[in-house]
């Protein structure tokens, strides 16, 4: 195998392991994990199976055909994360892939940003599972790909003038990278107990699906909707979404009539808390992984 210095100037198919069927199986979930997200409705300012909400640029057709472009960048990372025990060079091999599977999403979609935050959280998460053969524990792969994140990347450029990197510096927020450094708090303390809460009460599963994005939302310092409308757009979307859960949730009457008023709002704001979104689709993707491991 080539430097890592000459492994980040080849495409992702190239540095990827051959083809590994565990690998491939984690792809197919990371996949399925981001078309179950932009696919569950209704979600309040987010691209769904109805519409574009506060997006001009995206539709639910090019985000689906984004997630399965982005199939054999995940796979790459699986594979690396099978085949390397140095964290080290693991975290600069993955890192290398995941920027060449930013530009296969941009060739895909146009030039369109669709997936470039979940590509980073799925990423991580992909390669710590990869990396924990057998044990699909939401926590103990949060805390791995915790680790990978923490670590420098050499070969990363140090900006990037993306509108989260903005954002974090423009209101002192820690945006994804932050997100995934602490081991993805969001997710493993709020959207994954909101999700089994909600199944074990009876709601169906779209409605446990929406309440665990309520439950991010609630809390997320969210650096799309930062970038879009600011800390009174923020405090709208984390008031809304708490006040969602507080009427019920979405399976209940009440909840569904403030999650459609919430909706209203945030499209009058023309905001959309694209940063849940990103840690929904994580949070799908880990409760896949560990209902097959215990399965």
């Given at each position: ?13 190239a ?21 179950d ?44 994360g ?7 060079a693991?975290r600069e ?18 030039g ?44 990363a ?10 954002a ?18 969001h ?5 994954l ?6 199944r074990?009460?009876?709601d ?5 699906r929406?309440?665990a ?33 507080a009427?019920?949730?979405a ?9 459609r ?12 808390p694209?940063?849940?979104a ?18």
């Amino acid at each position: 195998m080539g430097s890592t210095s000459e492994l980040t100037a080849r495409p992702f198919a190239a540095v990827a392991t051959p083809a590994r069927p565990h690998a491939t199986r984690l792809a197919d979930h990371a996949v399925a994990a981001l078309i179950d997200e932009v696919t569950l409705s209704p979600k309040p300012g987010l691209v769904d199976f109805r519409g574009r909400g506060a997006h001009r640029d995206l539709s639910w057709p090019l985000m689906c055909h984004s997630a399965r472009t982005l199939h054999p960048a995940f796979a790459a990372m699986a594979a690396a994360g099978e085949a390397e025990g140095e964290l080290q060079a693991l975290r600069e091999r993955i890192g290398a892939i995941g920027r060449d599977g930013e530009a296969a999403m941009l060739r895909a979609t146009g030039g369109i940003n669709t997936h470039r935050g979940a590509i980073w959280a799925l990423g991580l998460l992909v390669t710590a599972v990869a990396q924990m053969p057998g044990r699909g524990d939401a926590g103990l792969v949060a805390a791995r790909a915790a680790a990978l994140a923490r670590l420098p990347d050499r070969f990363a450029p140090a900006a990037t003038g993306h509108k989260g990197e903005r954002a974090c510096r423009a209101y002192g927020v820690g945006g994804a990278r932050a997100q995934a450094q602490a081991g993805f708090p969001h997710v493993t303390r709020a959207a994954l107990p909101t999700l089994r809460a909600s199944r074990e009460r009876g709601d169906p599963e779209d409605a446990a699906r929406l309440n665990a994005l309520l439950a991010v939302m609630a809390e997320l310092d969210d650096t799309c909707v930062l970038s879009r409308g600011g800390p009174t757009a923020l405090a709208a979307v984390q008031d809304g979404a708490a006040g969602v859960l507080a009427a019920g949730g979405a399976g209940r009457a009440a909840g569904r009539r403030a999650l459609r008023a919430l909706e209203k709002h945030l499209l009058a704001l023309d905001v959309s808390p694209g940063g849940a979104a990103d840690l929904l689709a994580a949070t799908l993707f880990l409760d896949r992984v560990e209902a097959q491991a215990t399965a």
